[in-house]
């Protein structure tokens, strides 16, 4: 069964930092449980920076992360990350799932 985790009760409507984001996964990688939703929930903001270390601790966990409940703007910074990537020729499997908008495709 996967662990459910909301976000907004860790780091509240916005996630400013990348070392949060690291500690974040330092915890979530320590967990039993193989799969873990992330539920975006509240969150209303995430920097450039936290969206871009969430992706690469994401793409060197073992555990399997899916994310859940995505504003439009946390989305799109995500997006942003992602389209940066794909422009340097590196090729990423992040995606979540957002009943307003989807990730670029990779």
């Known amino acids: 069964m996967a662990k ?3 976000l907004s009760e860790r ?3 916005n ?11 330092e915890e979530i990688n320590n967990l039993k449980e193989a799969e ?3 539920d975006f929930s509240g969150v209303k ?5 936290c969206a871009d270390e969430y992706i690469k ?6 555990k399997k992360i899916v994310e859940v409940n995505m504003s439009k703007d946390v989305c799109s910074m995500f997006n942003v990350i ?8 590196i090729t990423i499997s992040f995606d979540a799932h957002n009943p307003h908008k989807r990730l670029i495709p990779a």
């Open 36 to 38: 873990i939703k992330i």
């Open 15 to 25: 996630i400013f930092t990348r070392r949060t984001i690291s500690a974040f996964f």
């Open 11 to 13: 780091f509240g409507n």
């Open 57 to 62: 601790q994401k793409e060197v966990s073992r």
């Open 4 to 6: 459910k985790i909301l």
């Open 45 to 49: 903001f995430i920097s450039r920076s």
């Open 82 to 89: 992602k389209h940066q990537y794909k422009r340097a020729g």
